[in-house]
Antibody, heavy 119, light 107 residues
């Protein structure tokens, strides 16, 4: 069955960098756009970024634009989120989720990985 | 950006009650909306897609309706396992946006 598994979270100091990974299995990864969504402790869900199935379209939330970079490797069934210049307000659980444009969206989510930005 | 206004933000109800949660979009989104249930420490789980289609495996007491700017999620008879937080999500345009969430608590 379709599955997404995030990894790479941890504790990092403000201003430093971290790279998250999301590994897909059980479906044709190269046919799906991939999103990152985050949730700060005790808060709601916030969309972060998307990359289309072929990497041709990338979008970011204003809150991360210029600091975060989303990328993918279809040969490895993986999507990444490179997070630079981290701030305390980036502390959150980060989820990846898939979307097939004009067909289906956010049906499968990973279990999440926690990122804590603290000195 | 499309704003999703979800109400109420919290709701206290009893087992067996019928409850309705509403999301209003700041502009028309056709039926490009999903409803999600989230329990503490878990990832969101989709209940409804395309505004009114029931996700496979989800109990039939959950239903969704609406199109354009007004959407509702209804739980016809609350069960103990339904006490959770619920979110709507629009995927009509970027940035994708969520409602603020509705925390459903036991009365």
């Amino acid at each position: 069955q379709a599955q997404l598994v995030e990894s790479g979270g941890g504790v990092v100091q403000p201003g430093r960098s971290l790279r998250l990974s999301c590994t897909a299995s059980g479906f044709t990864f190269s046919s799906y756009g991939m999103h990152w969504v985050r949730q700060a402790p005790g808060k709601g869900l916030e969309w972060v970024a998307v990359i289309w199935y072929d990497g041709s379209n990338i979008q970011y939330a204003d809150s991360v634009k210029g600091r975060f970079t989303i990328s993918r490797d279809n040969s490895k069934n993986m999507v990444y989120l490179q997070m630079n210049s981290l701030r305390t307000e980036d502390t959150a659980v980060y989820y990846c989720a898939r979307e097939k444009v004009a067909v289906d969206a956010f049906d499968i989510w990973g279990q999440g990985t926690m990122v804590t930005v603290s000195s | 950006d499309i704003q999703m206004t979800q109400s109420p933000s919290s709701l206290s109800a009893s087992v067996g009650d019928r409850v309705t949660i509403t999301c209003r979009a700041s502009q028309g989104i056709r039926n490009d909306l999903g409803w999600y249930q989230q329990k503490p420490g878990k990832a969101p789980k989709r209940l409804i897609y395309a505004a009114s289609s029931l996700q496979s495996g989800v109990p039939s007491r959950f239903s969704g309706s609406g199109s354009g700017t007004e959407f509702t999620l209804t739980i016809s008879s609350l069960q103990p396992e339904d006490f959770a937080t619920y979110y709507c999500l629009q995927h009509n345009s970027y940035p994708r946006t969520f409602g603020q969430g509705t925390k459903l608590e036991i009365k």
